[in-house]
């Protein structure tokens, strides 16, 4: 898989997940641009270095609400904080 492709997945698959998990981006990338874009930026980073990302869109396929992220998500922790917010 390319780059591009690779990447775009990956923001594909933290869209997903912030969906399940409630947390909206986009809401907060409206309060905060500069930083909030950043946040997002790394969170598809993270997600791109993840060696699970089939797992993910399987997932991420059956179930349209999720109360925590899998244990194997590289932004688990990201995901909690902006939930929580």
């Known amino acids: 898989m390319g780059l591009f ?7 594909d698959l933290v869209n997903g ?14 309060r905060d641009p500069e930083m909030e874009a950043q946040k997002y930026r790394r969170a598809v980073m993270r997600c791109s270095q993840c060696s699970n990302q089939t797992g ?9 609400e999720l109360d925590k ?17």
């Open 56 to 64: 993910c869109v399987e997932l991420q396929g059956g179930t349209t």
């Open 69 to 85: 992220t899998p244990d194997y998500c590289m932004n688990s922790d990201l995901f909690a904080h902006m939930k929580a917010e």
């Open 17 to 30: 997940m912030a969906e399940r998990m409630g947390v909206d981006f986009a809401d907060a990338i409206g």
């Open 5 to 11: 492709s690779k990447v775009g997945q990956s923001s």
